[in-house]
């Protein structure tokens, strides 16, 4: 399997369809003299849409990302974009060690869930060496241990209307006068039940630190790590996502990356 998704990335890189292909600014701050102008915008679009096809086509909905062995891991997993919260929200669950925290399951569900984070370290559990692959042009492999995220919408039971799983976050992204900007994202639901998607607690057999997500962050290894948000405190079922901030699912898809973000 892992020579099968070698291939694909390799098939992506070379086409151009991936996202990675284009760096654009990166994953920590929106470079506010980054101008898309239409024409590019159309083409990450374009190309946007071939990933997600060719993702399809190629792999399927199960095919799995590769995983590594613990000798791969040579290094500590890279902190990136907002590695300590400046939120009043945050500081006062982390100064409780998140004892007070809630993991929220709402929208297009028939049984809204709130979760503790010993409820969810209760549930079956996936490990997973994985290599989280940056939009900036960095990789690191680390070990990963979470909730599959399929087992909360089993348990919250999604709507036939839902189509999207849209990722609500503590930490404020940009801030400016018209009102703070938290980060948030989408996958789709093919994505979302994927065996490799977790809610991650652990990270390399510790509990998940401050600067890579804390308490929990998303893992969805078959796409690039903007799409996988850090400091998660509720998950919303969505029929769509046109409405909701900029439009486009995601806070830097609001900003021009694409939406898919496939590897």
């Known amino acids: 399997m892992a020579k099968f998704e070698i291939s694909r990335r390799k098939f992506l890189t070379a086409t151009g369809l991936g996202a990675s292909g284009i760096m654009l600014s990166g994953c920590d701050a929106f470079d506010s003299q980054l101008s898309i ?8 679009e374009n190309a946007n849409g071939l ?9 399927g909905g199960n095919s799995l990302a ?5 000798a791969d891991i040579r290094q500590p997993m890279r ?9 009043d929200a945050y500081k006062a669950l982390l100064a409780n060690n998140f004892a007070d925290w809630r993991l929220e399951v709402s929208g297009l569900v028939e049984k809204p869930l709130s979760l503790t984070r010993e409820q969810l370290m209760n549930m079956p559990s996936r490990t997973q060496i994985t290599r989280h692959d940056c939009v900036e042009g960095w990789s690191c492999i680390a070990k990963w241990t979470g909730t599959p995220l399929a087992l909360l919408l089993d348990q919250a039971v999604v709507k036939p209307q839902a189509r999207y799983v849209m990722f609500h976050c503590l930490d404020t992204i940009d801030r400016s006068l018209s009102g703070d900007i938290k980060y948030y994202g989408t ?21 998940l630190p401050v600067e890579n997500g804390a308490p929990l962050r998303v893992r969805v290894e078959r796409q690039l ?9 509720k998950i919303e079922l969505v029929d769509g996502f046109a409405t909701i901030g ?12 694409d939406w898919y973000g496939g590897i």
Do not use: C
Request: glycine fraction near 16%.
């Open 187 to 207: 996958i789709d639901l093919i994505d979302a039940r994927h065996p490799q998607t977790i809610l991650a607690y652990g990270l390399n057999g510790k509990p």
């Open 225 to 233: 790590g903007y799409k996988m948000p850090k400091y998660l405190y």
């Open 51 to 59: 990933t997600h096809k060719a993702q399809r086509l190629l792999g």
């Open 246 to 257: 900029g439009g486009r699912g995601g806070y830097w898809e609001d900003n021009g990356y």
């Open 66 to 70: 590769p995983e590594f062995t613990e």
């Open 37 to 44: 102008g239409s024409g590019l915008r159309s083409f990450l």
């Open 79 to 87: 902190p990136n974009g907002v590695t300590a919260p400046d939120d």
